[in-house]
């Protein structure tokens, strides 16, 4: 079953987020993950939201997601993502 990866993230160390950015799609791609959405300007239509960006994420299956978020490559991109923002990420089955 198809699976979404959402983050909602604030970024305060762009610097070292962009150095993350400048990995992510090779490391996502090897593991067959598809970015569906980035936007650093998403559209509130109702309630508030507190983040500076939002990204879309869908992987074959749950195994799939882990595999790529337990990866060495997204493992060590991820340190400067750690570092350079605050967030949640969710993952939700599809249908």
Excluded: C
Aim: charged residues 25%.
């Amino acid at each position: 079953m198809t699976v979404y990866a959402l983050a909602q993230i604030s970024i305060h160390d762009r610097r070292r987020y962009d150095a993350y950015v400048a990995g992510f799609m090779d490391v996502l791609t090897t593991y067959q993950g598809r970015l569906l959405a980035a936007d650093e300007r998403p559209e509130v239509v109702e309630g508030e939201w507190p983040h500076d960006k939002v990204i879309l994420l869908s992987f074959r299956d749950r195994d799939a997601f882990e595999t790529w978020a337990n990866s060495p490559e997204y493992q060590e991109i991820s340190k400067d993502r750690l570092a350079a923002t605050t967030g949640v990420v969710i993952l939700a089955k599809g249908l």
